[in-house]
Nanobody, 124 residues
Framework: QVQLVESGGGLVQAGGSLRLSCAASGRTFSRYVMGWFRRAPGKDREFVAAISWRGDSTYYADSVKGRFTISRDNAKNTVYLQMNSLKPEDTAVYYC?????????????????WGQGTQVTVSS
C-alpha cells in the first residue's frame, strides 16, 4: 500500500514558478514509477510527467516539455514537479500517482495509487 499526499499548489501569475511535492508513505516507494497528472476544469485528466523508480529516466507531455521537471528523492519518499514559465492553460488540479510498472507509463489506468490533488491556478 502506498498513500500519496500532494502539496505546493497555489495561485501564481503567468511566467511564474511553483514546485509541487508528493509525499509517499510505505517502505516500497522506491519500487514504483511515479507520475503527475492534471485535470483542468471541464477537461479530461491528462498525463504530465513520469519518472522511473531509480530516477534516471523521465518522460513529459509535449505541452510541458522544457518547462516542467520531475524528480524524486527515494530517501525522503518524495517526488517533485518543478513548474516554470507557467501559463494560464496550466491551471488544473495536479495529482501524483504511483505505478507498479517496469517502465514509464503515461496511461492513468496503469497507476495503482493516487493522491487527492493540489490546485494550481495561473493568472494572466
Amino acid at each position: 500500500q502506498v498513500q500519496l499526499v500532494e502539496s505546493g499548489g497555489g495561485l501564481v501569475q503567468a511566467g511564474g514558478s511553483l514546485r509541487l511535492s508528493c509525499a509517499a508513505s510505505g517502505r516500497t516507494f522506491s519500487r514504483y514509477v511515479m507520475g503527475w497528472f492534471r485535470r483542468a476544469p471541464g477537461k479530461d485528466r491528462e498525463f504530465v510527467a513520469a519518472i522511473s523508480w531509480r530516477g534516471d529516466s523521465t518522460y513529459y507531455a509535449d505541452s510541458v516539455k522544457g518547462r516542467f521537471t520531475i524528480s524524486r528523492d527515494n530517501a525522503k519518499n518524495t517526488v517533485y514537479l518543478q513548474m516554470n514559465s507557467l501559463k494560464p492553460e496550466d491551471t488544473a488540479v495536479y495529482y501524483c500517482a504511483a505505478a507498479d510498472e517496469v517502465g514509464l507509463t503515461t496511461t492513468a489506468r496503469k497507476y495503482d495509487y493516487w493522491g487527492q490533488g493540489t490546485q494550481v491556478t495561473v493568472s494572466s
